[in-house]
């Protein structure tokens, strides 16, 4: 068999980068505990030309029932079954309604003024 000698790496044009957030359909537990499968957000902590390892927060489980011990499924980069996690925005919180502002004031003064008296 011949030897093949590579001067420089091979490119690799990897479409996951350890660190990336993706979303993978998988089994996994809901905030109540239950037991559901779809798209769950996790971390990809390790890649390889053919496989891809995406670790979770939550439980998961292999499709015949077992959880994953240490909450990593590993698939293949191009498979239905991954994709980038789509970007979320943050809702800015609300401000509080005037009246509420009002009564948060009063009580803070009625505070300081008992704390006046008591020194």
Known sequence: MAELRFTTAPDRDDL???????????????????????????VVVQVDPKIVAVQFAEPVYLTDGWMVPDHVLWCPPNSQQIRMARKRTRSKPRAAAPATRAKAKAKTKTKAKAKARSK
Do not use: S, T
């Not at 993978?24 to 499968?37: A, I, L, Q, W």
């Open 16 to 42: 996951y980068k350890v660190g990336d957030r993706v979303e993978v359909y998988c089994d996994h537990e809901d905030p109540k505990g239950n037991r559901v499968r779809g798209w769950l957000e996790g």
